[in-house]
């Protein structure tokens, strides 16, 4: 995007980066005179008085020593010493933008992004007629675009993006005859994109990205003939793209992805279009081909158009399109069965700084050429998944050296894996399953050093699996289930450490004894072997693989009893042992798993079956095929066991009496301290299936000081929080007011009230009543009013500056049990499932005794009944905490809540959020805390705060402490290097919840039971 003004903005993105100074926000008493300009002081003085942080103090040099010309961030004219520049940007302010900026006259650039101003955009602002540059981007500003900046005549460029602005665009803004850079994305505008925009001729870029407009985009868009770049994605456009945009014959950018809109392309748009450099239209019902006329457009260098339904053959001539660095199609119908199907790889080596090309999920029909391997060096990803391509794959492949990603899978390849995929050293993702590959798997796979996945499952390999894989010190998940392969199973892939997420060898031949290096798989969490010919007994070593949460060594030939060091894989949800020959009793530490299937059948175990645990429910286990057992649940059908019958003794007669005497007492002792409890706790409580009693808008006005600012507890996407003094209640609360200007803000108070309906636990935050009414100005007024936690959140104990003091681990591990306690009520012990959708520190509070409370249920869905319909919100949860499967469209489950739960830990535990300035390049906190437990660093990524506080504590031996105290023993220091080896496994749950595969992650329950016994080792240290 270019400006006029090119000292103040670069053309090359739309972040417009207006780099600004900040101001500090102490009060200032003027003692100069300033004369004409006194008007300007004071407006400066306004500004900065209405500044309620500043942590970095910009705002230091607004003192009486400097003029106010020499103050940071202020610029003055040299002729009249008049305000013509205020610059602050990413300085951390917060408060409010007073309106007496409307007072400087004589300014001309007012840019203020990047910071945390909030309330509404002052409609002073339309004073400014001298004003050419308005940048308000990132912060917190709310309300309706003021109508007032028409007064603005003179502004060129607009921009009040990522904030949190409603209603329409207002018609005033046609008025600005100069605007050429209007910058308005990210907030939840509505109303459609208005035509009148089309009278503002000399725009030259437009972005509305991130709002739910709705309706078309306009034909009068097209009287914009300086237009460089036009983006409107994800704004709910519908209908087809205006003939009237492809005439802009200046545009670079055209990006419209995300919406609804259809029709198809004209032939022409690469004719009338020829300086393109970015053409986005991704995810739209647009049809029919790409045009060849695209190859005119010799600037292009981006193209994605993927989840579309585009079809017919792929004829754009790339070599033409030198610049091209990113081609993005998967997900259309291309394909067209010619025999020259395939042919526009030849023109793709042209494309020299080519890095994507992404044409999985379509149709192409033929043998992929040779000329794959002419392709650039700086190729890192290649996707061919999910087409009908057949013949070999050339060995030409081997060539891409820069490659990173390569999906081949789901389609008709035949002969042999190329020797030459060896070359790829770069390799991280290989995927080639579900092809009809034959013969050995090359040896030079071993060369992959850089390898975390390798998917060869459902082909024709045969052979063994090539000890060289254990060079491959990387790998994560590893896919060779359903081929040929035989032989035994080389102990190099069963030692590599870094396997932490699926070993599958399923469905092959292989033969022998499982050797005992698969106990080096430690951090492993599914693992199958089943449906081989593998033999012996199941070696006592799998007890070490702590971490499965799947295992299934179904249809082989193990024998003998199962070990008892598998009761150390407590953790397991699934496991299968069927279709072996193993015997022995039923191992009654399976009754301790939290197991979600078990299946033991056609086997030759003997004796009793356990009732408890998995055991106790018929339809969550299978022993079919064993002929030998009795006992069980009624609904198994066996027969008792028999008894084995002892001689009975005869107590002497005074034991007798003396024990029945002793039970009497006890029963009327407990009988007597019942009854004084009961009459103690006679106060009532209402049940919280029963309708909240309600309260007056009066009564909260008046419990918060009229929601004043000293009581304002924080702010959240649709809500305040106040601390007020209720007097029916008789004590300090909390009172949640629901911004209902925002969108969804309405739907997330019912979805919040139904869901507190339904639940009451120790570890969620009670509601005590709500507010449905209006305010005094007839305006709705609803609120939400909790229970007061005086320790604040979890974030506050973690982030805050003004922190109490630090949390010891026990502390922290304590929180962590109350909240996965919580999670574990709500997904498997209401009725339906509820699923938070929000989890993360700011909503975890706690109490006097720093008892954890989760709360915020807006986002909250009661799984399998149609309440979600009417609750449904666009929002699933926070980033850095929202499951990643939900950013790609997957509804909400409780798995999603798991993985919330494991980026809190890992936060909780190295005191880094998820979204710190560190976590880039693709590297983020899960794979932050698994890097450092691959290298037995664990120590590397805890909080120092931690550490530090357990090597200073001195614990006086005067003092008493009981079992439930941080330190459990009278006088008995804290021992460091326990805690140190207890972080592990604590950072091992967190990583194993917070995994991208959601059927990967760790069963809540046995969150809280490694939880538990984390805190108990600790305790007993």
């Known amino acids: 995007m270019k400006s006029s003004q090119p000292n103040c903005y670069p053309s090359s993105s739309m972040r417009l980066a207006i780099h600004l100074l900040s101001l500090v926000t102490c009060l200032i008493t003027p003692s100069a005179s300033y004369g004409g300009n006194e008007t300007d002081h004071l407006a400066l003085l306004s500004f900065k008085s209405m500044i309620t942080h500043d942590p970095y103090g910009a705002l230091t040099s607004w003192n009486t020593s400097l003029h106010f010309c020499d103050w940071n961030g202020v610029l003055c004219g040299k002729k009249h010493k008049r305000v013509i520049r205020l610059r602050l940007y990413s300085q951390g302010l917060a408060g409010y933008l007073s309106p007496h900026v409307g007072n400087l006259s004589f300014l001309r650039y007012l840019v203020i992004d990047n910071n945390t101003f909030q309330g509404t955009i002052p409609p002073e602002l339309g004073r400014l007629s001298r004003l050419s540059l308005l940048n308000l981007d990132r912060n917190r500003f709310e309300g309706v675009i003021p109508t007032n900046l028409s007064g603005c005549y003179n502004l060129d460029t607009l921009v009040i993006s990522d904030n949190r602005l409603v209603g329409s665009i207002p018609m005033e803004i046609g008025f600005l005859s100069k605007l050429a850079f209007i910058v308005v994305h990210g907030n939840n505008l509505t109303g459609g994109i208005p035509p009148f925009l089309g009278n503002l001729t000399l725009i030259e870029s437009f972005s509305a990205t991130r709002n739910p407009f709705g309706g078309n985009i306009p034909d009068t868009l097209g009287n914009w003939k300086r237009l460089k770049e036009l983006y409107l994605g994800v704004t709910n456009l519908n209908g087809t793209i205006p003939d009237s945009i492809y005439n802009l014959s200046l545009l670079t950018d055209l990006s419209l992805p995300d919406n609804q809109l259809t029709g198809s392309l004209p032939s022409t748009m690469g004719t009338t279009l020829p300086n393109l450099v970015r053409l986005q239209l991704s995810n739209n019902q647009l049809t029919g081909l790409l045009p060849l006329s695209l190859s005119n457009c010799s600037k292009l260098g981006y193209i994605e158009m993927s989840e579309n339904k585009f079809n017919g053959k792929l004829a754009i001539d790339f070599a033409k399109l030198k610049d091209m660095y990113q081609i993005t199609l998967v997900g259309n119908l291309f394909g067209s069965g010619e025999a ?27 043998v992929l050429p040779s000329s794959i391997g002419n392709l650039s060096d700086q190729l890192y990803y290649l996707s061919f998944g999910e087409n009908q391509l057949y013949g070999n794959l050339p060995s030409s492949i081997g060539n891409l050296v820069g490659l990173t990603n390569l999906y081949l899978g789901v389609n008709r390849f035949v002969g042999k894996i190329p020797f030459t995929i060896g070359n790829l050293k770069n390799l991280g993702v290989a995927s080639l399953s579900r092809n009809q590959f034959v013969g050995l798997i090359p040896d030079s796979i071993g060369n992959l050093s850089s390898l975390l996945e390798l998917s060869l499952n459902s082909n024709e390999l045969e052979g063994r699996i090539p000890s060289s894989l254990g060079n491959c010190r990387k790998l994560l998940k590893v896919f060779l289930g359903d081929n040929k392969l035989s032989d035994t199973i080389p102990k190099e892939l069963l030692q590599l450490s870094s396997l932490s997420i699926i070993l599958n060898l399923s469905h092959n031949n292989l033969f022998g004894s499982l050797p005992t290096e698969v106990g080096d798989l430690k951090m492993l969490t599914y693992l199958d072997l089943s449906h081989n010919n593998l033999s ?64 033991l059948s056609f086997n030759d175990f ?11 429910k018929a339809n969550a286990f299978s022993i079919l095929g064993n002929s030998r057992l009795c006992g069980g649940v009624v609904e198994l059908g066996l027969p008792k066991c028999k008894e084995m019958k002892k001689p009975k003794k005869k107590l002497p007669l005074v034991i007798v009496l003396v024990f029945s005497i002793g039970l009497l007492c006890i029963v009327l002792w407990f009988a007597y301290a019942w009854s004084k409890k009961k009459t103690k706790g006679q106060q009532p409580q209402s049940s919280t299936n029963e309708p909240f009693s309600n309260i007056t808008y009066s009564q909260l006005l ?23 003094i209720l007097d029916d209640y008789g004590g300090m609360v909390a009172v949640k007011v629901v911004h209902l200007q925002i969108q969804g803000a309405e739907r997330s108070f019912i979805a919040e009230c139904e869901v507190w309906r339904s ?41 805050s500056s003004a922190r109490k003091s630090r949390l010891d681990i026990l502390t922290r591990i304590r929180i962590l049990i109350d909240v996965a306690c919580a999670l574990d009520y709500l997904h498997n012990h209401c009725q339906p499932t509820i699923v938070h959708g929000d989890l993360k520190p700011s909503n975890i509070l706690l109490d006097d005794d720093m008892v954890a409370h989760v709360g915020d249920f807006g986002l909250a869905r009661f799984l399998g009944t149609d309440s979600n319909k009417n609750n449904s919100l666009a929002i699933k949860g926070t980033i850095g905490y929202a499951a990643p499967e939900y950013g790609l469209g997957s509804e909400m489950t409780t798995s999603g809540d798991v993985y919330s739960f494991g980026i809190l830990l890992l936060e909780v535990m190295t005191r880094k959020r998820p979204t710190d300035d560190i976590f880039n390049d693709g590297l983020n906190l899960h794979h932050f805390v698994y890097m450092a437990l691959q290298e037995d660093h664990a120590t590397d990524v805890i909080d120092g705060d931690l550490l530090n506080y357990h090597l200073d504590v001195e614990i006086d031996s005067d003092l008493n402490y009981d079992e439930d105290d941080e330190i459990a023993k009278k006088g008995k220091t804290t021992n460091t290097k326990m805690i140190e080896e207890c972080m592990t496994p604590i950072l091992k749950i967190g990583v194993l919840c917070s995994l991208d595969s959601p059927p990967q992650r760790m069963h809540i329950k046995n969150v809280v039971h490694e939880l538990q016994r984390t805190m108990d080792t600790l305790r007993n240290a």
């Open 536 to 599: 012996g007994n199941i070696p006592s070593s799998l007890g070490s693989c702590t971490s499965l949460l799947f295992l299934s060594l179904k249809g082989n030939l193990f024998q003998g009893m199962i070990p008892p060091s598998l009761s150390s894989v407590r953790g397991v949800a699934r496991l299968d042992l069927s279709y072996n020959n193993l015997s022995g009793q039923i191992p009654r530490f399976l009754e301790r798993f939290s197991l979600e299937y078990l299946d």
């Open 606 to 616: 003997e004796g009793e079956v356990p009732i408890a645990g998995v055991f106790a």
């Open 340 to 366: 020259d199907e395939m042919k526009f790889i030849d023109s793709l080596k042209n494309c020299s700084m080519l890095q994507i090309l992404d044409l999985g999920y379509c149709q192409f029909r033929g």
């Open 702 to 724: 008046k419990a918060t000081d009229g929601f004043s600012e000293s009581n304002l507890l924080g702010t959240g996407g649709f809500s305040s929080v106040y601390k007020g």
């Open 759 to 799: 639940i009451r636990h120790r570890n969620l935050l009670k509601i005590i009543t709500l507010c449905s009414s209006v305010d005094f100005q007839g305006n709705d007024f609803k609120a939400l009013v909790y229970e007061f936690m005086p320790n604040g959140s979890l974030h506050d104990w973690l982030h």
